[in-house]
């Protein structure tokens, strides 16, 4: 059974920093793509980060570039964020995603860490 458990959310004021965390079981998890996605009040769900499986390549969102940070460490089978310089827009919950390749893609969601930044 594929879980995905984020953690790391809270309360924070502007310029702050946070490290969510996902841990994640069920599956291969150095095989995996790992994302993490957020979502406002009232906006659609976005992408924030990803990184990659096997050579750990990273992408980033415009509006996280220089200030967010995702790695892995697939000996714990954990992704994180490192979020630095939070904004307020930054508040969200934030989600990971798990993306596994057998045969066909199978996509998988963790629950969700709520994000507040507030001054």
């Known amino acids: 059974q594929v879980q995905l458990v984020e953690s790391g959310g809270g309360l924070v004021q502007p310029g702050e920093s946070l490290r969510l965390s996902c841990a994640a079981s069920?599956?291969?998890?150095?095989?995996?793509?790992m994302t993490w996605h957020r979502q406002a009040p009232g906006k659609e769900r976005e992408l924030v980060a990803s990184?990659?499986?096997?050579?750990?390549?990273?992408n980033y969102a415009d509006f996280v570039k220089g200030r967010f940070t995702i790695s892995r460490d697939n000996a714990k089978n954990t992704v994180y964020l490192q979020m630095s310089s939070l904004k307020l827009e930054d508040t969200a919950v934030y989600y990971c995603?798990?993306?596994?390749?057998?045969?066909?893609?199978?996509?998988?969601w963790g629950q969700g860490t709520q994000v507040t930044v507030s001054s």
């Open positions: 069920g599956f291969t998890f150095n095989s995996s793509v």
């Open positions: 995603k798990a993306s596994i390749y057998d045969r066909v893609w199978r996509i998988y």
């Open positions: 990184i990659t499986s096997a050579a750990g390549s990273t």
